[in-house]
């Protein structure tokens, strides 16, 4: 005999099972889907933005390919660009945008001052980073 206030659930295998039982179930599972969640968005990065300035720069290969008239290569400029987060220096090399098929042709092209840099930075490593140099 049950009491008036127990409820049961026939599954289809003959099983019974207490309602509040299911329920209960049902809310610890999405205690710990939240707390999953909660815990995940705690490792994301997050980011944030410096002013950076370009220290240097450098020509380097961009890409190849061979044919059978021979092998063809291209260069691109990179900027060295020195940012500072809570008084800590960090580097981070910056592709310039600048590509030609000689590294004179780079040389020739890069501007001959240095435009300003916006970097973004993950606040809890600021070592990791990405930057744009318009």
């Not at 026939?10 to 707390?35: C, K, N, P, Q």
């Not at 968005?41 to 190849?64: H, L, Y």
């Amino acid at each position: 005999m049950h009491s008036r206030h127990e409820t049961k659930a026939e599954l289809r295998s003959g099983w019974t099972m207490d309602t509040r039982s299911i329920g209960l179930a049902l809310g610890w599972t999405l205690v710990i889907v939240l707390l999953a969640f909660v815990f995940r968005e705690r490792r994301e990065p997050r980011w944030s933005r410096a002013q950076g300035t370009i220290q240097d720069t450098r020509i380097v290969a961009d890409s190849g390919w061979e044919s059978p008239a021979g092998g063809q290569l291209t260069w691109k400029a990179e900027y060295k660009v020195a940012y500072f987060v809570r008084g800590r220096e960090y580097v981070v090399w910056i592709d310039s945008g600048i590509r030609e098929e000689s590294e004179a042709g780079v040389r020739l092209t890069l501007p001959h001052s240095h435009p300003p840099c916006r970097v973004e930075y993950d606040v809890l490593r600021p070592q990791r980073s990405v930057g744009d140099c318009p």
